[in-house]
Structures are given as structure tokens and as C-alpha cells.
């Protein structure tokens, strides 16, 4: 199995940037496709964005396609995501995850980081 860890999380004032790492440990980190997801409180937990296993495709959600960038450091075995013109609609606890497949179904992700706290303040 692989181990997931989140940082970066914190209070950014609406507008501003955050970047989101997920450290990965364990299997080979290039075996899997990766994702990011959101969970607002009071919300169901929501996919955000997904990047393949060669890092060659990647996939958003309407609500942050063009403000967020998902990616992949092999080297570092480290998910990123940067987000930018942050709105305080994107308050929640940002998880990353692993799956076999490229998805943005939250069924198909197998291994789930412990997630980071996000909070964008008007």
C-alpha cells in the first residue's frame, strides 16, 4: 500500500494562493494515478482535480478549472496542488488520494492522505 501525508494547508485571504503537498510513501509512487478532493463542513466530500500516472493528463472540476494546477514530482514522490484567486468558497479540508485508475470518482481511490485545512477568509 502506499502512505499519504498533506501540508500546506492554512488561512489565505480571498485572492491569494496556497500550494497543497501529499508525500507519498510506500509502494512506487508512479504506480498510481492521483487526485485531489474537498470536503466542506456540513458538505459531502468533492473531487477537485486528478492527474494520471505519467502525469501526462490531468482532469478539474468545473468550480476550479483555471484557478488550480494539479501535478506530480517523481523524484520527490510528492502530489502538489497549487491554487490560486482562492475564494472562500474553497474553504475545506483537502484530501489527496490514490487509485489504479484515472477517475474522479472518490469509489475509486484506494489509499486517502489524513488531509489539511484550507481556509479563505473575505
Known amino acids: 500500500q502506499v502512505q499519504l501525508v498533506e501540508s500546506g494547508g492554512g488561512l489565505v485571504q480571498a485572492g491569494g494562493s496556497l500550494r497543497l503537498s501529499c508525500a507519498a510513501s510506500?509502494?512506487?509512487?508512479?504506480?498510481?494515478?492521483m487526485g485531489w478532493f474537498r470536503q466542506a463542513l456540513g458538505k459531502e466530500r468533492e473531487f477537485v482535480a486528478a492527474?494520471?500516472?505519467?502525469?501526462?493528463?490531468?482532469y478539474y472540476a468545473d468550480s476550479v478549472k483555471g484557478r488550480f494546477t494539479i501535478s506530480r514530482d517523481f523524484a520527490e514522490n510528492t502530489l502538489y496542488l497549487q491554487m490560486n484567486s482562492l475564494k472562500p468558497e474553497d474553504t475545506a479540508v483537502y484530501y489527496c488520494?490514490?487509485?489504479?485508475?484515472?477517475?474522479?470518482?472518490?469509489?475509486?481511490?484506494?489509499?486517502w492522505g489524513q488531509g489539511t485545512q484550507v481556509t479563505v477568509s473575505s
Open positions: 488520494a490514490a487509485a489504479y485508475s484515472f477517475s474522479s470518482g472518490q469509489n475509486d481511490y484506494r489509499y
Open positions: 510506500g509502494r512506487t509512487f508512479s504506480n498510481y494515478n
Open positions: 492527474i494520471s500516472w505519467s502525469g501526462g493528463r490531468t
